[in-house]
Protein backbone atom coordinates (compact mmCIF):
# COMPACT_ATOMS: atom_id res chain seq x y z
CA UNK A 1 0.00 0.00 0.00
CA UNK A 2 2.65 2.30 1.20
CA UNK A 3 4.65 2.04 -1.56
CA UNK A 4 1.99 1.74 -4.27
CA UNK A 5 1.28 5.68 -2.53
CA UNK A 6 5.26 6.19 -3.11
CA UNK A 7 5.10 4.68 -7.12
CA UNK A 8 1.72 6.90 -8.06
CA UNK A 9 3.03 10.17 -6.33
CA UNK A 10 6.92 9.22 -7.98
CA UNK A 11 4.45 8.68 -11.28
CA UNK A 12 2.66 12.11 -11.07
CA UNK A 13 5.93 13.82 -10.17
CA UNK A 14 7.68 12.69 -12.93
CA UNK A 15 4.75 13.74 -15.58
CA UNK A 16 4.68 17.08 -13.99
CA UNK A 17 8.17 17.73 -14.24
CA UNK A 18 8.02 16.60 -17.82
CA UNK A 19 5.07 18.60 -18.20
CA UNK A 20 6.89 21.52 -16.90
CA UNK A 21 9.68 20.99 -19.24
CA UNK A 22 7.53 21.29 -22.35
CA UNK A 23 5.08 24.38 -21.04
CA UNK A 24 5.86 27.32 -22.05
CA UNK A 25 7.03 29.78 -19.50
CA UNK A 26 4.42 31.60 -18.76
CA UNK A 27 4.47 35.19 -19.93
CA UNK A 28 2.59 38.26 -18.92
CA UNK A 29 3.24 41.68 -20.90
CA UNK A 30 2.70 44.87 -18.59
CA UNK A 31 -0.65 46.36 -19.36
CA UNK A 32 -0.96 49.85 -20.50
CA UNK A 33 -4.39 52.02 -19.07
CA UNK A 34 -6.71 50.78 -21.58
CA UNK A 35 -9.28 52.98 -20.98
CA UNK A 36 -7.43 56.26 -21.68
CA UNK A 37 -5.49 54.16 -24.76
CA UNK A 38 -9.29 53.89 -26.02
CA UNK A 39 -9.83 57.58 -25.17
CA UNK A 40 -6.77 58.36 -27.56
CA UNK A 41 -7.75 56.45 -30.17
CA UNK A 42 -11.78 57.34 -30.19
CA UNK A 43 -10.01 60.76 -30.46
CA UNK A 44 -9.01 62.99 -33.53
CA UNK A 45 -8.90 62.60 -36.94
CA UNK A 46 -8.56 58.64 -37.33
CA UNK A 47 -11.30 57.81 -34.79
CA UNK A 48 -12.79 55.47 -37.19
CA UNK A 49 -10.47 53.62 -37.45
CA UNK A 50 -10.77 52.57 -34.21
CA UNK A 51 -14.14 52.37 -33.43
CA UNK A 52 -16.69 49.81 -33.36
CA UNK A 53 -19.63 50.56 -35.52
CA UNK A 54 -23.38 49.27 -35.25
CA UNK A 55 -25.55 49.28 -37.20
CA UNK A 56 -29.48 50.00 -36.20
CA UNK A 57 -32.64 49.63 -37.80
CA UNK A 58 -35.12 52.14 -35.44
CA UNK A 59 -37.80 50.77 -36.61
CA UNK A 60 -36.91 47.30 -34.77
CA UNK A 61 -34.61 48.45 -32.27
CA UNK A 62 -36.40 49.53 -29.17
CA UNK A 63 -40.07 51.09 -29.09
CA UNK A 64 -40.53 53.68 -26.37
CA UNK A 65 -44.43 54.45 -26.87
CA UNK A 66 -45.95 51.29 -27.24
CA UNK A 67 -46.87 51.63 -30.79
CA UNK A 68 -44.98 48.23 -32.12
CA UNK A 69 -42.77 50.49 -33.89
CA UNK A 70 -39.16 51.16 -32.79
CA UNK A 71 -38.36 54.83 -32.28
CA UNK A 72 -35.95 57.26 -31.44
CA UNK A 73 -37.00 57.67 -27.86
CA UNK A 74 -36.05 53.84 -27.59
CA UNK A 75 -32.80 54.20 -29.24
CA UNK A 76 -32.09 56.58 -26.98
CA UNK A 77 -33.15 54.89 -23.93
CA UNK A 78 -30.69 51.79 -24.96
CA UNK A 79 -27.61 54.18 -25.62
CA UNK A 80 -26.23 52.38 -22.18
CA UNK A 81 -26.59 48.93 -23.27
CA UNK A 82 -24.95 49.69 -26.37
CA UNK A 83 -21.86 50.89 -24.25
CA UNK A 84 -22.00 48.20 -22.46
CA UNK A 85 -21.39 45.90 -25.18
CA UNK A 86 -18.81 48.24 -26.54
CA UNK A 87 -20.08 50.31 -29.32
CA UNK A 88 -18.28 53.37 -30.33
CA UNK A 89 -20.56 54.74 -33.35
CA UNK A 90 -24.14 53.88 -34.92
CA UNK A 91 -25.44 53.84 -38.32
CA UNK A 92 -28.63 54.62 -38.15
CA UNK A 93 -30.58 52.74 -41.37
CA UNK A 94 -33.06 56.15 -42.82
CA UNK A 95 -34.72 57.70 -40.35
CA UNK A 96 -36.81 60.03 -43.12
CA UNK A 97 -40.31 60.07 -43.78
CA UNK A 98 -41.07 57.61 -45.94
CA UNK A 99 -44.02 55.66 -47.59
CA UNK A 100 -41.96 52.23 -47.18
CA UNK A 101 -41.96 50.36 -50.36
CA UNK A 102 -38.25 49.89 -49.75
CA UNK A 103 -38.23 50.32 -46.02
CA UNK A 104 -37.41 53.73 -45.71
CA UNK A 105 -34.92 54.08 -48.65
CA UNK A 106 -37.64 55.54 -50.32
CA UNK A 107 -36.84 59.19 -48.75
CA UNK A 108 -40.20 61.40 -48.97
CA UNK A 109 -38.19 63.95 -47.48
CA UNK A 110 -34.66 64.33 -46.68
CA UNK A 111 -34.71 66.98 -44.08
CA UNK A 112 -37.29 65.85 -41.10
CA UNK A 113 -38.27 62.58 -39.11
CA UNK A 114 -40.29 59.51 -39.94
CA UNK A 115 -43.43 60.18 -37.29
CA UNK A 116 -43.03 56.54 -36.23
CA UNK A 117 -39.92 57.39 -35.13
CA UNK A 118 -40.34 61.00 -33.51
CA UNK A 119 -39.58 64.51 -34.49
CA UNK A 120 -36.00 66.38 -35.52
CA UNK A 121 -36.02 67.24 -31.58
CA UNK A 122 -35.98 63.79 -30.91
CA UNK A 123 -32.86 63.56 -33.36
CA UNK A 124 -31.11 66.10 -31.65
CA UNK A 125 -31.38 64.64 -28.05
CA UNK A 126 -30.58 61.55 -29.34
CA UNK A 127 -27.02 62.95 -30.69
CA UNK A 128 -26.24 65.04 -27.77
CA UNK A 129 -26.93 62.28 -25.44
CA UNK A 130 -24.89 59.45 -27.49
CA UNK A 131 -22.03 62.23 -27.98
CA UNK A 132 -22.23 62.63 -24.01
CA UNK A 133 -21.13 58.98 -23.64
CA UNK A 134 -18.59 59.35 -26.74
CA UNK A 135 -20.90 57.65 -29.49
CA UNK A 136 -20.78 58.92 -32.48
CA UNK A 137 -23.96 59.19 -35.26
CA UNK A 138 -23.46 58.31 -38.57
CA UNK A 139 -26.68 58.41 -40.78
CA UNK A 140 -27.72 57.08 -44.41
CA UNK A 141 -27.20 59.11 -47.02
CA UNK A 142 -29.58 57.59 -50.12
CA UNK A 143 -28.68 59.88 -52.79
CA UNK A 144 -29.46 57.78 -56.02
CA UNK A 145 -33.25 58.22 -56.10
CA UNK A 146 -35.83 59.55 -53.88
CA UNK A 147 -39.54 58.21 -53.28
CA UNK A 148 -42.19 58.90 -55.78
CA UNK A 149 -43.68 61.02 -53.20
CA UNK A 150 -41.13 63.26 -52.63
CA UNK A 151 -42.09 66.92 -53.42
CA UNK A 152 -39.89 66.91 -55.87
CA UNK A 153 -40.86 64.08 -57.82
CA UNK A 154 -44.03 65.29 -57.30
CA UNK A 155 -43.33 68.34 -59.10
CA UNK A 156 -40.91 66.73 -61.63
CA UNK A 157 -44.36 64.32 -62.86
CA UNK A 158 -46.67 67.58 -63.19
CA UNK A 159 -45.28 68.75 -67.00
CA UNK A 160 -42.51 68.38 -69.15
CA UNK A 161 -41.94 72.11 -68.49
CA UNK A 162 -41.90 72.59 -64.62
CA UNK A 163 -38.92 73.95 -63.09
CA UNK A 164 -37.97 70.25 -61.64
CA UNK A 165 -39.27 68.45 -65.30
CA UNK A 166 -35.14 67.44 -65.70
CA UNK A 167 -34.45 66.07 -61.76
CA UNK A 168 -35.87 62.37 -62.98
CA UNK A 169 -35.06 60.53 -66.17
CA UNK A 170 -37.58 61.18 -67.76
CA UNK A 171 -37.99 59.13 -71.33
CA UNK A 172 -41.04 59.16 -74.44
CA UNK A 173 -40.23 55.21 -74.66
CA UNK A 174 -39.24 52.82 -71.85
CA UNK A 175 -35.69 52.43 -72.22
CA UNK A 176 -32.30 54.62 -73.63
CA UNK A 177 -29.21 53.40 -75.04
CA UNK A 178 -27.30 55.74 -73.42
CA UNK A 179 -28.05 54.22 -69.87
CA UNK A 180 -26.60 51.10 -70.00
CA UNK A 181 -28.31 49.30 -67.36
CA UNK A 182 -30.68 47.44 -66.22
CA UNK A 183 -31.87 47.45 -62.32
CA UNK A 184 -29.64 45.74 -59.30
CA UNK A 185 -31.58 42.36 -58.76
CA UNK A 186 -34.59 40.78 -58.36
CA UNK A 187 -35.73 41.82 -55.44
CA UNK A 188 -36.29 44.94 -57.03
CA UNK A 189 -38.42 43.48 -60.56
CA UNK A 190 -36.90 43.54 -63.35
CA UNK A 191 -38.14 46.54 -65.35
CA UNK A 192 -36.63 49.52 -65.02
CA UNK A 193 -38.94 52.26 -66.47
CA UNK A 194 -42.55 53.13 -65.22
CA UNK A 195 -44.73 55.03 -67.22
CA UNK A 196 -46.55 58.10 -65.64
CA UNK A 197 -49.35 58.85 -66.72
CA UNK A 198 -49.62 62.36 -65.72
CA UNK A 199 -46.79 63.34 -67.90
CA UNK A 200 -47.11 60.62 -70.08
CA UNK A 201 -43.23 59.66 -70.12
CA UNK A 202 -41.42 56.49 -68.42
CA UNK A 203 -38.81 57.22 -65.26
CA UNK A 204 -36.08 55.72 -65.10
CA UNK A 205 -36.12 53.68 -61.68
CA UNK A 206 -33.21 50.85 -60.47
CA UNK A 207 -34.63 49.90 -57.87
CA UNK A 208 -38.54 49.70 -56.69
CA UNK A 209 -40.77 51.79 -58.80
CA UNK A 210 -41.60 53.84 -56.08
CA UNK A 211 -37.90 54.64 -55.99
CA UNK A 212 -37.63 57.46 -58.98
CA UNK A 213 -33.48 57.69 -59.94
CA UNK A 214 -32.61 61.33 -59.59
CA UNK A 215 -30.84 63.23 -62.69
CA UNK A 216 -27.18 64.07 -61.38
CA UNK A 217 -26.53 65.42 -65.06
CA UNK A 218 -28.86 68.31 -63.94
CA UNK A 219 -26.44 70.40 -61.79
CA UNK A 220 -29.66 71.76 -59.61
CA UNK A 221 -29.66 67.66 -58.38
CA UNK A 222 -26.11 67.70 -57.44
CA UNK A 223 -26.53 70.90 -55.94
CA UNK A 224 -29.37 69.95 -54.12
CA UNK A 225 -28.18 66.89 -52.71
CA UNK A 226 -24.74 68.29 -51.54
CA UNK A 227 -27.53 70.92 -49.39
CA UNK A 228 -29.09 67.64 -47.97
CA UNK A 229 -25.86 66.44 -46.51
CA UNK A 230 -24.84 70.21 -45.49
CA UNK A 231 -28.39 69.92 -43.53
CA UNK A 232 -27.24 66.95 -41.53
CA UNK A 233 -23.79 68.19 -41.13
CA UNK A 234 -24.79 71.18 -39.55
CA UNK A 235 -26.89 69.46 -37.51
CA UNK A 236 -24.03 67.46 -35.60
CA UNK A 237 -24.19 63.80 -37.46
CA UNK A 238 -20.64 62.37 -37.59
CA UNK A 239 -21.18 61.37 -41.33
CA UNK A 240 -22.67 58.91 -43.60
CA UNK A 241 -23.33 55.77 -44.93
CA UNK A 242 -23.46 56.29 -48.33
CA UNK A 243 -26.18 54.48 -50.45
CA UNK A 244 -24.98 52.40 -53.12
CA UNK A 245 -23.10 55.79 -53.84
CA UNK A 246 -21.72 54.31 -57.03
CA UNK A 247 -24.64 54.46 -59.30
CA UNK A 248 -25.73 57.83 -59.13
CA UNK A 249 -24.62 58.71 -63.12
CA UNK A 250 -25.22 56.49 -65.96
CA UNK A 251 -23.90 56.01 -69.47
CA UNK A 252 -23.79 53.72 -72.32
CA UNK A 253 -20.99 52.30 -71.49
CA UNK A 254 -21.84 50.98 -67.98
CA UNK A 255 -23.60 52.93 -64.78
CA UNK A 256 -21.22 51.70 -62.08
CA UNK A 257 -18.50 54.21 -60.69
CA UNK A 258 -18.63 55.85 -63.77
CA UNK A 259 -15.66 58.91 -63.73
CA UNK A 260 -18.88 61.85 -63.18
CA UNK A 261 -19.93 59.84 -60.22
CA UNK A 262 -16.34 59.79 -59.20
CA UNK A 263 -16.08 63.29 -59.19
CA UNK A 264 -19.33 64.17 -57.70
CA UNK A 265 -17.81 62.24 -54.45
CA UNK A 266 -14.90 63.95 -54.16
CA UNK A 267 -17.42 66.62 -54.06
CA UNK A 268 -18.74 65.36 -51.10
CA UNK A 269 -16.18 64.37 -49.37
CA UNK A 270 -14.60 68.38 -49.80
CA UNK A 271 -17.68 69.30 -48.25
CA UNK A 272 -17.39 66.70 -45.30
CA UNK A 273 -13.91 67.88 -44.99
CA UNK A 274 -15.27 71.30 -44.13
CA UNK A 275 -16.21 70.19 -40.95
CA UNK A 276 -13.91 68.48 -38.14
CA UNK A 277 -13.64 64.51 -37.86
CA UNK A 278 -16.16 63.63 -39.95
CA UNK A 279 -16.27 60.54 -41.78
CA UNK A 280 -18.47 58.75 -44.66
CA UNK A 281 -18.04 54.53 -45.70
CA UNK A 282 -19.74 53.67 -48.99
CA UNK A 283 -22.40 50.66 -49.94
CA UNK A 284 -19.22 49.30 -52.28
CA UNK A 285 -21.58 47.66 -55.30
CA UNK A 286 -18.22 46.01 -55.93
CA UNK A 287 -18.16 42.15 -54.60
CA UNK A 288 -14.46 41.31 -55.74
CA UNK A 289 -13.06 44.26 -53.68
CA UNK A 290 -13.78 48.27 -52.14
CA UNK A 291 -10.32 49.90 -53.40
CA UNK A 292 -11.75 52.07 -56.24
CA UNK A 293 -13.69 53.57 -53.77
CA UNK A 294 -10.52 55.57 -51.56
CA UNK A 295 -10.05 57.47 -54.64
CA UNK A 296 -6.28 58.35 -54.07
CA UNK A 297 -6.97 57.20 -50.03
CA UNK A 298 -7.63 61.36 -49.25
CA UNK A 299 -10.09 62.41 -51.58
CA UNK A 300 -12.97 59.84 -51.52
CA UNK A 301 -13.82 57.76 -48.84
CA UNK A 302 -12.78 57.23 -45.37
CA UNK A 303 -14.13 53.55 -45.36
CA UNK A 304 -15.97 50.80 -47.91
CA UNK A 305 -17.58 48.00 -47.10
CA UNK A 306 -15.48 44.87 -47.74
CA UNK A 307 -18.49 42.52 -48.83
CA UNK A 308 -15.42 40.16 -50.69
CA UNK A 309 -15.68 38.64 -47.16
CA UNK A 310 -18.75 40.01 -45.72
CA UNK A 311 -21.22 38.53 -47.52
CA UNK A 312 -19.54 35.66 -48.65
CA UNK A 313 -17.99 34.20 -45.43
CA UNK A 314 -20.29 31.20 -45.46
CA UNK A 315 -18.82 29.87 -48.39
CA UNK A 316 -14.88 29.36 -46.86
CA UNK A 317 -16.38 28.68 -44.00
CA UNK A 318 -18.05 26.07 -44.82
CA UNK A 319 -14.96 24.12 -45.86
CA UNK A 320 -11.98 23.81 -43.89
CA UNK A 321 -9.15 25.78 -45.86
CA UNK A 322 -7.61 28.80 -43.84
CA UNK A 323 -6.66 30.72 -47.18
CA UNK A 324 -10.08 31.04 -48.49
CA UNK A 325 -10.74 32.97 -45.25
CA UNK A 326 -7.58 35.42 -45.73
CA UNK A 327 -8.04 35.48 -49.59
CA UNK A 328 -10.28 38.87 -49.24
CA UNK A 329 -7.77 40.61 -46.37
CA UNK A 330 -4.92 39.34 -48.71
CA UNK A 331 -6.95 41.41 -51.58
CA UNK A 332 -7.35 44.60 -49.78
CA UNK A 333 -3.78 44.64 -48.01
CA UNK A 334 -2.25 44.57 -52.09
CA UNK A 335 -5.05 46.36 -53.61
CA UNK A 336 -6.06 49.45 -51.06
CA UNK A 337 -4.43 52.61 -51.22
CA UNK A 338 -2.57 53.64 -48.25
CA UNK A 339 -4.60 54.70 -45.31
CA UNK A 340 -7.70 52.74 -46.80
CA UNK A 341 -10.05 51.20 -43.88
CA UNK A 342 -12.42 48.50 -44.92
CA UNK A 343 -15.28 48.26 -43.03
CA UNK A 344 -15.97 44.90 -42.30
CA UNK A 345 -19.87 43.36 -42.12
CA UNK A 346 -21.15 39.93 -41.34
CA UNK A 347 -24.48 40.64 -42.39
CA UNK A 348 -26.61 43.77 -42.61
CA UNK A 349 -30.40 44.40 -43.14
CA UNK A 350 -29.96 43.04 -46.99
CA UNK A 351 -28.52 39.60 -46.53
CA UNK A 352 -29.63 36.42 -44.06
CA UNK A 353 -28.81 36.99 -40.76
CA UNK A 354 -25.07 35.59 -39.64
CA UNK A 355 -27.72 32.86 -38.04
CA UNK A 356 -28.32 31.58 -41.49
CA UNK A 357 -25.55 32.39 -43.24
CA UNK A 358 -23.62 30.05 -40.79
CA UNK A 359 -26.07 27.14 -41.39
CA UNK A 360 -26.98 27.43 -38.00
CA UNK A 361 -23.96 26.35 -37.20
CA UNK A 362 -22.60 28.29 -33.77
CA UNK A 363 -18.86 28.25 -34.00
CA UNK A 364 -19.17 29.75 -37.54
CA UNK A 365 -20.54 32.79 -36.68
CA UNK A 366 -18.69 33.14 -34.02
CA UNK A 367 -15.33 32.56 -35.97
CA UNK A 368 -16.88 34.85 -39.17
CA UNK A 369 -17.34 37.48 -36.30
CA UNK A 370 -13.64 36.70 -34.58
CA UNK A 371 -12.12 37.15 -38.29
CA UNK A 372 -14.39 40.37 -38.35
CA UNK A 373 -13.44 42.15 -35.15
CA UNK A 374 -9.55 41.18 -35.56
CA UNK A 375 -9.01 41.63 -39.32
CA UNK A 376 -7.85 45.17 -40.24
CA UNK A 377 -10.66 47.41 -41.01
CA UNK A 378 -13.72 48.67 -38.78
CA UNK A 379 -16.30 45.87 -37.87
CA UNK A 380 -19.76 47.32 -38.19
CA UNK A 381 -21.73 44.96 -36.23
CA UNK A 382 -25.66 44.53 -37.10
CA UNK A 383 -28.13 44.50 -34.29
CA UNK A 384 -28.56 41.73 -32.75
CA UNK A 385 -25.65 39.93 -34.63
CA UNK A 386 -24.26 40.03 -31.17
CA UNK A 387 -27.09 37.71 -29.54
CA UNK A 388 -27.27 35.64 -33.16
CA UNK A 389 -30.44 36.34 -33.71
CA UNK A 390 -32.72 34.32 -36.13
CA UNK A 391 -34.40 34.32 -38.76
CA UNK A 392 -38.11 35.36 -38.72
CA UNK A 393 -40.40 34.17 -41.41
CA UNK A 394 -43.59 37.41 -41.93
CA UNK A 395 -43.07 39.84 -44.52
CA UNK A 396 -44.17 43.33 -44.64
CA UNK A 397 -42.06 44.15 -47.67
CA UNK A 398 -39.53 41.83 -49.11
CA UNK A 399 -37.79 38.96 -47.93
CA UNK A 400 -34.83 40.88 -46.86
CA UNK A 401 -37.19 40.97 -43.56
CA UNK A 402 -36.08 37.83 -42.35
CA UNK A 403 -33.17 39.95 -40.88
CA UNK A 404 -35.09 42.99 -39.54
CA UNK A 405 -37.06 41.41 -36.69
CA UNK A 406 -37.44 43.28 -33.18
CA UNK A 407 -34.20 43.20 -30.93
CA UNK A 408 -34.75 41.18 -27.93
CA UNK A 409 -33.92 42.48 -24.67
CA UNK A 410 -35.60 40.53 -21.90
CA UNK A 411 -37.82 37.48 -20.97
CA UNK A 412 -40.46 39.69 -20.49
CA UNK A 413 -43.83 39.74 -22.44
CA UNK A 414 -42.92 41.46 -25.80
CA UNK A 415 -39.23 40.83 -25.12
CA UNK A 416 -38.63 44.44 -24.23
CA UNK A 417 -39.34 45.54 -27.22
CA UNK A 418 -42.79 46.87 -26.93
CA UNK A 419 -45.15 46.36 -24.77
CA UNK A 420 -47.84 46.47 -27.60
CA UNK A 421 -48.19 44.30 -30.52
CA UNK A 422 -44.75 44.25 -32.98
CA UNK A 423 -44.58 45.75 -36.37
CA UNK A 424 -43.06 42.40 -37.11
CA UNK A 425 -42.89 38.77 -35.62
CA UNK A 426 -40.17 38.32 -33.71
CA UNK A 427 -37.30 35.48 -35.23
CA UNK A 428 -37.26 32.19 -33.93
CA UNK A 429 -36.34 30.88 -30.63
CA UNK A 430 -36.93 34.72 -28.83
CA UNK A 431 -36.21 32.78 -25.42
CA UNK A 432 -32.87 31.53 -26.09
CA UNK A 433 -31.52 34.92 -28.12
CA UNK A 434 -32.37 37.85 -25.59
CA UNK A 435 -30.07 39.70 -23.79
CA UNK A 436 -31.49 38.89 -20.27
CA UNK A 437 -30.75 35.44 -20.94
CA UNK A 438 -27.47 35.41 -22.62
CA UNK A 439 -25.98 38.15 -20.24
CA UNK A 440 -26.32 35.68 -17.45
CA UNK A 441 -24.48 32.78 -20.20
CA UNK A 442 -20.96 33.29 -20.16
CA UNK A 443 -20.96 30.61 -23.22
CA UNK A 444 -23.61 32.65 -24.89
CA UNK A 445 -22.80 34.41 -27.96
CA UNK A 446 -23.41 37.72 -26.45
CA UNK A 447 -20.59 36.92 -23.85
CA UNK A 448 -18.65 36.10 -26.97
CA UNK A 449 -18.95 39.78 -28.17
CA UNK A 450 -18.65 41.49 -25.26
CA UNK A 451 -15.40 39.83 -24.41
CA UNK A 452 -13.60 40.24 -27.95
CA UNK A 453 -14.64 43.67 -27.85
CA UNK A 454 -13.15 44.57 -24.24
CA UNK A 455 -10.26 42.94 -24.98
CA UNK A 456 -9.99 44.79 -28.11
CA UNK A 457 -10.62 48.26 -26.69
CA UNK A 458 -7.97 50.13 -26.67
CA UNK A 459 -5.02 47.91 -28.30
CA UNK A 460 -4.07 50.21 -31.73
CA UNK A 461 -3.10 47.24 -33.09
CA UNK A 462 -6.75 46.17 -34.63
CA UNK A 463 -7.73 49.51 -35.54
CA UNK A 464 -4.44 50.44 -37.62
CA UNK A 465 -1.89 47.54 -36.71
CA UNK A 466 0.28 45.92 -39.82
CA UNK A 467 -1.37 42.61 -41.07
CA UNK A 468 0.57 39.54 -41.87
CA UNK A 469 -1.10 36.29 -42.65
CA UNK A 470 0.87 33.38 -42.16
CA UNK A 471 0.95 29.83 -43.59
CA UNK A 472 0.84 26.92 -40.87
CA UNK A 473 2.28 23.64 -42.03
CA UNK A 474 -1.62 22.69 -41.48
CA UNK A 475 -3.84 24.04 -44.22
CA UNK A 476 -6.62 24.11 -41.78
CA UNK A 477 -4.87 26.48 -39.27
CA UNK A 478 -5.44 30.01 -39.84
CA UNK A 479 -2.84 32.23 -38.22
CA UNK A 480 -2.14 36.12 -38.54
CA UNK A 481 -0.88 38.96 -36.40
CA UNK A 482 -1.78 42.51 -36.02
CA UNK A 483 1.05 44.77 -34.65
CA UNK A 484 1.53 48.15 -33.81
CA UNK A 485 4.82 50.36 -32.75
CA UNK A 486 4.82 48.39 -29.50
CA UNK A 487 2.56 45.81 -29.40
CA UNK A 488 1.97 42.68 -31.61
CA UNK A 489 -0.93 39.96 -31.56
CA UNK A 490 -1.29 36.73 -32.83
CA UNK A 491 -4.57 35.18 -34.09
CA UNK A 492 -5.39 31.54 -34.30
CA UNK A 493 -8.28 30.08 -35.86
CA UNK A 494 -9.42 26.99 -36.38
CA UNK A 495 -11.03 25.72 -39.36
CA UNK A 496 -11.78 22.30 -38.79
CA UNK A 497 -14.84 21.59 -36.94
CA UNK A 498 -14.31 18.30 -35.29
CA UNK A 499 -10.92 17.99 -34.47
CA UNK A 500 -7.86 20.10 -32.75
CA UNK A 501 -4.99 20.74 -34.03
CA UNK A 502 -1.08 21.40 -33.71
CA UNK A 503 0.68 22.96 -36.63
CA UNK A 504 3.81 25.18 -37.19
CA UNK A 505 4.16 27.97 -38.54
CA UNK A 506 7.74 28.39 -40.28
CA UNK A 507 9.49 31.83 -40.36
CA UNK A 508 6.78 33.53 -37.64
CA UNK A 509 9.84 35.16 -35.93
CA UNK A 510 7.81 36.58 -33.07
CA UNK A 511 9.56 38.64 -30.53
CA UNK A 512 8.20 36.47 -27.56
CA UNK A 513 6.30 34.20 -26.15
CA UNK A 514 2.52 33.90 -26.09
CA UNK A 515 0.15 35.07 -23.46
CA UNK A 516 -3.65 34.31 -24.35
CA UNK A 517 -5.81 36.89 -24.19
CA UNK A 518 -8.62 35.22 -25.80
CA UNK A 519 -10.30 31.93 -26.13
CA UNK A 520 -8.09 28.29 -26.23
CA UNK A 521 -5.03 27.24 -27.56
CA UNK A 522 -1.37 27.42 -26.84
CA UNK A 523 1.14 29.10 -28.51
CA UNK A 524 4.96 28.31 -28.39
CA UNK A 525 8.16 29.68 -29.79
CA UNK A 526 10.60 27.30 -31.22
CA UNK A 527 13.43 29.27 -32.15
CA UNK A 528 12.31 30.84 -35.27
CA UNK A 529 9.20 28.94 -35.86
CA UNK A 530 5.44 28.95 -33.48
CA UNK A 531 3.93 25.95 -32.76
CA UNK A 532 0.12 26.78 -32.15
CA UNK A 533 -2.27 24.19 -31.11
CA UNK A 534 -6.35 25.26 -31.34
CA UNK A 535 -9.03 23.67 -30.41
CA UNK A 536 -11.74 22.16 -33.23
CA UNK A 537 -13.45 25.40 -34.71
CA UNK A 538 -11.10 27.71 -31.91
CA UNK A 539 -10.19 31.45 -32.00
CA UNK A 540 -7.66 32.77 -29.95
CA UNK A 541 -5.51 35.73 -29.17
CA UNK A 542 -2.20 35.63 -27.71
CA UNK A 543 0.29 38.67 -27.12
CA UNK A 544 3.81 37.99 -27.93
CA UNK A 545 5.09 41.71 -27.25
C1 LIG B 1 -28.94 49.70 -50.62
C2 LIG B 1 -29.65 49.41 -49.32
C3 LIG B 1 -30.85 48.57 -49.63
C4 LIG B 1 -31.76 49.36 -50.54
C5 LIG B 1 -31.03 49.82 -51.79
C6 LIG B 1 -31.80 50.89 -52.49
O1 LIG B 1 -28.49 48.53 -51.21
O2 LIG B 1 -28.78 48.79 -48.43
O3 LIG B 1 -31.52 48.19 -48.47
O4 LIG B 1 -32.84 48.56 -50.90
O5 LIG B 1 -29.78 50.38 -51.47
O6 LIG B 1 -31.78 52.09 -51.76
MG1 LIG C 1 -42.92 53.49 -31.17
Given at each position: MRLLAGTLALILLCSCSSDAADAPPPVTYAEKDRPAEAKRLLTGRDWYRHAVFYEVNIRSFQDADGDGIGDLKGLISRLDDLQALGVDALWLMPMYPTPFVDSGYDIADYRDINRDYGALADFDELLSKAHARGIRVMVDLVLNHTSDQHAWFTESRSSKTNPKADWYIWRDTPGDPNIGCGTVNDTFGKDAWKLDPTRNQYYFHRFYAGQPDLNYRNPEVVQATLDVAKFWLDRGVDGFRCDVIALLYESKDGCDFIPETQEYIRKLRALLDGYPDRVMVAESTDYSGSSAYYGTGKDMFHMAFNFQYGYLWGLPFAGNAAKNVARPFEDSAKKNPEGAQDGLVI???????AFVAAREIESRWLRAAFVQLTMPGTPYIYYGEELALRPGTQVVVDGRDSARTPMLWSKAAGFGFTTGKPWIAFGAEPEKTNLEVEKADPKSTYSFYRKLLSVRRGREAFGGGALQILAADDPTVLFYTRASSDETYVMVVGMDEDDGHTATVAGANLPGDGQLLFGEGALVREGSAAKVTIPAAGTAIFRVR
Open positions: GSHDVNR
